[in-house]
């Protein structure tokens, strides 16, 4: 299952790397974004390989979109879930400060004759 998740990230927790059965080296580092809806939820969400140095371009209070997967396994009768993004961007919308309510709907500018009157 694959979702898009926007929030702002309130945690970014330390680097965890190992080494596989076959030898591989991996890496992994999570994140805790919160989302910003009427009931705000904290999601943890991982990044493997490349995509822990994406993540150091984002800072602790950016508004981000994680597109993620989401997947559940078993392991000795218990169940766990991984949310692990694939993309990660910045969500500019969630920075811009609102206009002030004067600006929001001023339109008078565009209507005034007198602006409109040519020359000749």
Not at 4 to 17: A, F, H, Q, S
Not at 41 to 66: H, N, T
């Amino acid at each position: 299952m694959s979702v898009e998740l926007k929030g702002r990230m309130i945690r970014k927790l330390p680097v965890v790397n190992g080494e596989s059965r076959n030898g591989n080296k991996w890496e992994k580092q999570e994140f805790v974004i919160e989302t910003e809806e009427q009931y705000p939820r904290k999601i943890c969400i991982s990044v493997w390989g490349d995509r822990v140095r994406e993540l150091e371009k984002f800072q602790e209070g950016d508004m981000v979109i994680a597109s993620v997967n989401i997947e559940s396994r078993e392991y000795n009768e218990r169940w766990y879930t991984d949310v692990r993004a694939w993309r990660l961007q910045r969500d500019e919308t969630g920075n811009l400060p609102p206009l002030p309510p004067e600006a929001q709907n001023d339109d008078s500018a565009l209507m005034d004759d007198s602006a409109g009157d040519l020359p000749f």
